[in-house]
T-cell receptor, first 113, second 113 residues
Framework: DTAVSQTPKYLVTQMGNDKSIKCEQN?????MYWYKQDSKKFLKIMFS???????INETVPNRFSPKSPDKAHLNLHINSLELGDSAVYFC????????????FGPGTRLLVL | AQSVSQHNHHVILSEAASLELGCNYS??????LFWYVQYPGQHLQLLLK??????LVKGIKGFEAEFIKSKFSFNLRKPSVQWSDTAEYFC???????????FGGGTRLMVKP
């Protein structure tokens, strides 16, 4: 069984479009995350979200917005896509707390043309 | 703010060579430390983690890491690497009360058969 899944796996789109990436976890975790991995493999947290709190990395443009229909899902919506948004986006989940391990999804490779 | 530094960006080894990847962190409080591995085209997987107790932690696939508090380091080691260890390795830190992981820049390991 897939613990953390993401769709789509690949996404190719034009500049200016709006797109969403979906993430689902079946681990019963209460916290989910979105990370961006750039072309140099550098990984950076974008959001941390549980049913009580959304924490946004201040460097994330407000074109990016997480949406959580329920505890098991955290989708990433991106408005007005730019070339610099091209990256691999990883979803992750964990139980709340510093000692908890985060489990990552397979990633969504986004290419903006 | 917490930060993680991995000084070796690229490492090339022959099979059976010993491996040590450096990781230094900056954080003012109690930290939880992680090493993740990303095999080519795959998602991040946890290799090992340190929360407290014995500073020498053992992970999967023969990897181990040593937490040296005085040096703010958490170096990853393996006595004898295999071709299948070719991957990107990421050190990460999380505060005791927080959720968000801060990653180092990653080290790309290539093992020659």
């Amino acid at each position: 069984d897939t613990a953390v899944s993401q769709t789509p796996k690949y996404l190719v789109t034009q500049m200016g479009n709006d797109k969403s990436i979906k993430c689902e976890q079946n681990l019963g975790h209460d916290t989910m995350y979105w990370y961006k991995q750039d072309s140099k493999k550098f990984l950076k947290i974008m959001f941390s979200y549980n049913n009580k709190e959304l924490i946004i990395n201040e460097t994330v443009p407000n074109r990016f917005s997480p949406k959580s229909p329920d505890k098991a899902h955290l989708n990433l919506h991106i408005n007005s896509l730019e070339l610099g948004d091209s990256a691999v986006y990883f979803c992750a989940s964990s139980l709340v707390g510093g000692k908890e391990t985060q489990y990552f999804g397979p990633g969504t490779r986004l290419l903006v043309l | 703010a917490q930060s993680v530094s991995q000084h070796n960006h690229h490492v090339i080894l022959s099979e059976a060579a010993s491996l040590e990847l450096g990781c230094n962190y900056s954080y003012g409080g109690t930290v939880n430390l992680f090493w993740y591995v990303q095999y080519p085209g795959q998602h991040l997987q946890l290799l090992l983690k340190y929360f407290s107790g014995d500073p020498l932690v053992k992970g999967i696939k023969g990897f181990e890491a040593e937490f040296i508090k005085s040096k703010f380091s958490f170096n990853l080691r393996k006595p004898s690497v295999q071709w299948s260890d070719t991957a990107e390795y990421f050190c990460a830190v999380k505060g005791n009360a927080g959720n968000m992981l801060t990653f180092g820049g990653g080290t790309r390991l290539m093992v020659k058969p």
